[in-house]
């Protein structure tokens, strides 16, 4: 069974992708700049600049990925209707996503 990726939704996507991105950088960022405080001498500390990476680094993160995401789909959409798509090939035995069968969208009949 091949399938054909045509169009992706620019804001659902780019606002998961967002979501994704504020989590990786609360997980990732904020531990590694409470290590590096830590080992900072505290007379060198900023505790406004600290503050603003803690605050403002996955807020920033995920607002730019989100405007990235938008453009790299944005420019994709554009591609595939005018290249086609992407095709996408499936085996019709195992098409399942999760343990459910794959179930096609039926294309809106146009009156």
């Not at 900072?40 to 990925?65: A, K, R």
Request: hydrophobic fraction near 60%; charged fraction near 15%; avoid cysteine.
């Amino acid at each position: 069974m091949i399938l054909k990726l045509k169009r992706i939704d620019p804001f659902k996507t780019s606002a998961i992708v967002a979501i994704i991105l504020f989590i990786l950088s609360v997980v990732i960022f904020v531990p590694l700049f409470l290590i590096i405080n830590a080992f900072t001498p505290q007379e060198d500390s900023n505790m406004l600049g600290f503050g603003f990476v803690i605050v403002f680094i996955p807020i920033l993160y995920s607002v730019f990925g989100f405007i990235a995401n938008l453009i790299f789909i944005s420019i994709f959409n554009y591609f595939a209707t005018r290249f086609g798509g992407i095709e996408i090939e499936f085996d019709e035995d195992k098409a399942q996503i999760l343990g459910k069968p794959l179930v096609v969208a039926e294309q809106p009949k146009e009156i």
